[in-house]
């Protein structure tokens, strides 16, 4: 029979393994949803292009995805990193994704901060479908996709992050 400490230390077990064994983390994607594969960007030039497409475009390269902000300080000092990684890996093709206010602020921010890359304003903002799909809580934020367009990293939130460099 159980006293009442051994019922109270049982249940503590019992909660504990529950806890334990009942959360995992969350698997991160290697693909992007169709949602966020049919959301739309703005093109330098001020057409709409899907994130599809945008990928498409880039198709047999590796990609360096940059979300960021002329308006984002982290954003802004990590520009430096950034540069060093697109000079120490050059063959891999580098796409920046605006969350400024509105298009001539993004515009003023490439040629301010001299960006190279593939540009593209994202309109639908942080709670958009990529935005979402992304769970975009930070930025700068840095993905890696590889040649065949599966995502290798979801998440950085640096340039210079040992896993961003490992993959390319």
Request: one cysteine or more; a positive charge.
């Amino acid at each position: 029979m159980l006293n009442k400490n051994n019922m109270k230390a049982l249940k503590y077990f019992f909660v504990g393994c529950l806890a334990f064994f009942g959360c995992h983390a969350q698997e991160e994607p290697t693909t992007f949803s169709k949602e966020a594969l049919n959301d739309t960007f703005i093109t330098l030039e001020g057409s709409t292009i899907t994130f599809q497409d945008i990928l498409n475009k880039h198709k047999g390269s590796t990609i360096v995805i940059d979300i960021w902000a002329s308006w984002c300080k982290d954003c802004v000092g990590g520009m430096p990193k950034v540069k060093a990684l697109q000079k120490e890996h050059q063959n891999v093709t580098y796409i920046f994704l605006s969350l400024d206010k509105n298009q001539d602020a993004w515009k003023r921010g490439i040629e301010k901060y001299e960006v190279k890359g593939s540009h593209y304003f994202m309109q639908s903002g942080w709670k958009g479908a990529f935005g979402t799909f992304v769970n975009l809580d930070w930025i700068p934020r840095y993905m890696v996709v590889d040649k065949q367009g599966n995502i290798k990293l979801f998440k950085s939130v640096e340039a210079d992050d040992i896993k961003i460099k490992d993959l390319l």
